[in-house]
């Protein structure tokens, strides 16, 4: 009896020490155990996370490992039972630690009291990341400072190409860039550039306090024109002459431009005692420039500070540049679209609108068009495609195929398919097109007076029918590959009539397509959206239509072209 209560206890005891091993492991804060020798037996999960390693690479290791080569200080592991009547350590106390790449983090720390009646020598110490570490440092020769080593210069640049690579926005890039800078070697960043109309805007300036980072927007706005040959350090950034540091006693002089007086409100301003000021250039231009500041003059930018902002303004100048670029291509190609896409015919008694909405990303414009005209016989050519990609190339490429669709169609009174596959076979050779979708029809008038449709569909979505109660019905049929998959392949062709009042709609992809759902969700979900406003005005249905249709996610342009049949022949 007595064995199993001993075993039963010792039950207890295992189940509660794994429930505080899972306690300690959930605290937002580091804690690592240490034995008598100060060697880590354990870490939580924090800790691993606030050093950017894992558990095997710190346990086992001396406690000296971690701090940084600057600071030889060690955290003390004292508890209250060690040291009667001396006070605990108080958690104000502050270090620096090493990251797994030698980056320094500033740390608060303090030790977890624990009786240690069973004499294992075990401590817990704990500790958290320090916001204010900064205003906080060590003191002493070997206390850590916003000096960084080769390794963390290095790790800064990449950091910063990181953030800018991808992103051509150009307000969230420079942000990126200034969380990266702030406050880890400066009190402030001002970023000044100069617009395409050759005018300088202040366009960010940001203070990083013990609360975090603030955008001053009071400081943002309008500056003067840049002097032509003014020797101040920012009039010779803004030219792409020369990096400066300088200081409050640089703008101590009668100011030479309206450009300095400005300098000079701004180092009153924001308490700056030392400065380093370098160009923002990209390949073919100047576009502005970039000063850090720091308000303990101390601590004076070095030469070795000014070249790794040099080096951050290049960056920031290739990324502004490239984000320019695709400013001009989209607005290119928008221009190039609206130009482009016709004014609507007005066949006897049939109803028709059509939309195109730009992609939101200026990179992905460019294929999507829909086009109808009337054919020397009286029927009316509808077409809807998309030339693959997004981007100056496929709108010149969509240019190119429209025109020759065009002319290939009203030259020659053939079937739809017949068209599509000379427009294959040529498109090759006289086209930049690679790839493309698109449903060619003709809107047609039987004897009957009842309208029908032909139609050859290479690789589009189906253009999608409702009759006059809303019931719909996906043409499926004609259905062939892509445009310049196999130009050598015969093309099918599909023949329906139009019941009156029936409601007729091609669209782009752009419509339907969903990153988080398959296609065929986003076709049904076109199909119900569509029943439902079936009795609208055309263009009230077609404009509801895109609000209910197309995915939150969906970043590509959309055409849209719709035809209602007369209710009676």
Not at 235 to 261: C, F, I, M, Q, W
Not at 448 to 472: C, E, Q, Y
Not at 537 to 542: G, I, Q, R, S
Request: a negative charge; proline letters at 8%.
């Amino acid at each position: 009896m007595g064995d199993g209560t001993d075993a039963s206890t010792q039950n207890v005891q295992d189940v509660l020490q794994q429930e505080l091993v899972a306690v300690l492991d959930r605290l937002g804060v580091g804690v690592l155990a240490l034995d008598g020798q100060k060697r880590i037996v354990w870490t939580n999960t924090a800790s691993l996370a606030l050093l950017s390693c894992s558990a095997e690479e710190i346990v086992g290791r001396d406690l000296h490992a971690l701090l940084h080569p600057d600071v030889r200080r060690v955290p003390s592991s004292r508890v209250a039972e060690e040291d009667e009547g001396a006070p605990p350590d108080t958690p104000e106390d502050r270090t620096w630690l090493a990251r797994r790449d030698g980056s320094p983090v500033p740390v608060r720390w303090f030790p977890l009291p624990v009786k240690d009646d069973a004499g294992s020598g075990v401590r817990l110490l704990a500790f958290d990341a320090d916001a204010d570490g900064s205003r906080h440092r060590p003191a002493g020769p070997s206390s850590p400072t916003r000096t960084l080593s080769e390794r963390d210069r290095l790790a800064l640049l990449a950091d910063t190409t990181a953030q800018l690579i991808y992103n051509i926005d150009v307000d969230e890039s420079l942000r990126r860039v200034v969380d990266l800078l702030l406050p880890r070697i400066a009190d402030w960043a001002v970023i000044d550039l100069i617009t395409e109309a050759d005018e300088v805007n202040r366009s960010l300036v940001v203070h990083a306090h013990s609360g975090g980072l603030k955008i001053r927007e009071d400081l943002q706005g309008p500056m003067p024109p840049v002097p032509a040959s003014s020797p101040m350090p920012l009039s010779k950034a803004l030219r792409g002459v020369a990096s400066t540091l300088a200081g409050p006693e640089t703008y101590d002089v009668p100011p030479d431009s309206a450009v300095a007086v400005e300098q000079r409100k701004l180092f009153t301003a924001t308490g700056i005692k030392t400065a380093a000021l370098a160009p923002v250039k990209g390949p073919s231009e100047v576009l502005g420039a970039i000063t850090l500041g720091r308000t303990a003059g101390e601590e004076p930018f070095t030469q070795a500070d000014l070249d790794l902002l040099e080096n951050i303004g290049r960056r920031i100048g290739i990324a502004l540049e490239n984000a320019r670029h695709y400013q001009r291509q989209r607005q290119v190609a928008a221009t190039m679209q609206r130009y482009l896409l016709p004014q609507l015919p007005r066949p006897a008694g049939v109803e028709m609108t059509a939309r195109y909405l730009p992609s939101p990303d200026a990179s992905h414009v460019g294929g999507d068009w829909y086009d109808a005209f009337p054919l020397p016989n009286g029927d009316t050519a509808l077409v809807i495609g998309d030339v693959v990609g997004h981007d100056l190339e496929a709108a010149a490429g969509m240019a190119q195929l429209r025109n020759m669709l065009r002319a290939y169609t009203w030259a020659q009174d053939d079937p739809p398919h017949h068209t599509v596959e000379r427009l294959d076979r040529a498109m090759g050779h006289i086209t930049d097109v690679s790839m493309a979708t698109l449903v060619l029809a003709r809107l047609t008038i039987e004897p009957s007076g009842h309208r029908a449709l032909r139609w050859t569909n290479a690789g589009h979505p189906p253009p999608l029918l409702l009759d006059s109660t809303g019931r719909t019905r996906s043409l499926g049929d004609g259905r062939g590959i892509l445009l310049g998959a196999s130009a050598d392949r015969s093309r099918p062709e599909a023949r329906v009539l139009l019941p009156p009042g029936s409601t007729l709609l091609f669209y782009t992809d752009g419509l339907i397509e969903s990153r988080r759902r398959p296609l065929d969700a986003g076709l049904k979900r076109l199909r119900e959206a569509a029943a439902e406003l079936n009795q609208r005005h055309l263009d009230d249905f077609v404009d509801e239509l895109l609000v209910r249709s197309r995915p939150a996610d969906n970043d590509d342009d959309v055409a849209l072209l719709a035809i209602r049949i007369p209710p009676t022949p």
